[in-house]
């Protein structure tokens, strides 16, 4: 089996290792955050969950879905939290097929370390952009991952696209 290897996660995930006792949740310390502001990456603020990108993405316009409870398990979900997840995935979809005009998407969640989470004490749910040939040699070789668009242009692409709904 071949083996692709993604180092500049690596980093990431180390970071949050090396979190202090009593430090905030990267989450929880941003669902306040004044989401017109430059500092903040959420695009969309629900009534259970929040949406925002992905500081680490895969691709331009990589999602995450949060509760704003607390939790690692995906049986804590409350129903209305299942639920909001769902149809915030479904509204993510329709905007970036409008905004960004991917191929397909990646939707799910790690749930848990040994599953790939990179922040696994506060679980989040990633809804992926695809594109044919999104995956090339510059991350296995090149030790970089291009994206294309500018996080804070595609933040404010989707605020607005989620103003109109």
């Known amino acids: 089996m071949e083996k692709l290897w993604s180092p500049w996660r690596s980093a990431y995930i180390e970071s949050f290792k090396q979190k202090k006792e009593g430090e905030h949740c990267v989450f929880c310390s941003s669902e306040n955050s004044d989401m017109y502001s430059d500092e903040c990456l959420i695009v969309h603020k629900g009534k259970y969950c929040f949406t925002m990108l ?16 607390h939790l690692s398990k995906y049986n804590e979900l409350h129903q209305e939290e299942k639920m909001e997840v769902m149809e915030l995935t479904g509204k993510i979809i329709e905007i970036l ?38 995956t090339n040699f510059m991350p296995t070789i090149g030790n970089v991952k291009v994206i294309s668009q500018d996080l804070l242009y595609t933040k404010n692409l989707l605020i607005n696209e989620f103003n109109k709904i």
């Open 54 to 69: 992905n500081l680490f993405p895969y691709n331009s316009g990589h999602l995450l879905i949060i509760p704003y409870r």
């Open 97 to 134: 097929e409008r905004v960004i005009k991917p191929q397909g998407f990646n939707f799910g969640a790690n749930l848990g370390k040994a599953a790939g989470a990179g922040i696994d004490e506060h679980i989040h749910f990633h809804v992926l952009p695809r594109w044919n040939g999104d």
